[in-house]
Nanobody
Framework: QVQPVESGGGLVQAGGSLRLSCAVS????????MGWFRQAPGKERVLVSA?????????YADSVKGRFTISRDSATKNTVYLQMSSLEPEDTAVYYC????????????????????WGQGTQVTVSS
């Protein structure tokens, strides 16, 4: 059973930083493309960032470009990170990690419908 598990959420002041982690158990990690999505109260779940299986290709939502960085741990091959800087109150949401089995090492997947497995989510709250 493949299960992404997020950690690292919390409460932070505007302008601060947080790093989210997502550890994936189950099949060999490097078969997955990964994504981070977020859902604010009363809003739809939207893409934050996604990374290819190889880790070489990434995509970001316009609202987080230049502030957030997605990366994969190439050593352990079982964790993906989302480094979030210059946080804004508008970044407040539940953040979800998602995994997709793929044979295409260089492809990322920006749509939530593309993902097979989801974590439970971690709350990020940014105070003004």
């Amino acid at each position: 059973q493949v299960q992404p598990v997020e950690s690292g959420g919390g409460l932070v002041q505007a302008g601060g930083s947080l790093r989210l982690s997502c550890a994936v158990s189950g099949r060999t990690f490097t078969t997955y493309a990964m994504g981070w999505f977020r859902q604010a109260p009363g809003k739809e779940r939207v893409l934050v960032s996604a990374v290819s299986r190889s880790g070489e290709n990434t995509v970001y939502a316009d609202s987080v470009k230049g502030r957030f960085t997605i990366s994969r741990d190439s050593a352990t091959k079982n964790t993906v990170y989302l480094q979030m800087s210059s946080l804004e109150p508008e970044d407040t949401a539940v953040y979800y990690c998602a995994a997709r089995i793929t044979s295409q090492s260089g492809r990322y997947y920006p749509n939530s419908d593309d993902y097979n497995y989801w974590g439970q989510g971690t709350q990020v709250t940014v105070s003004s």
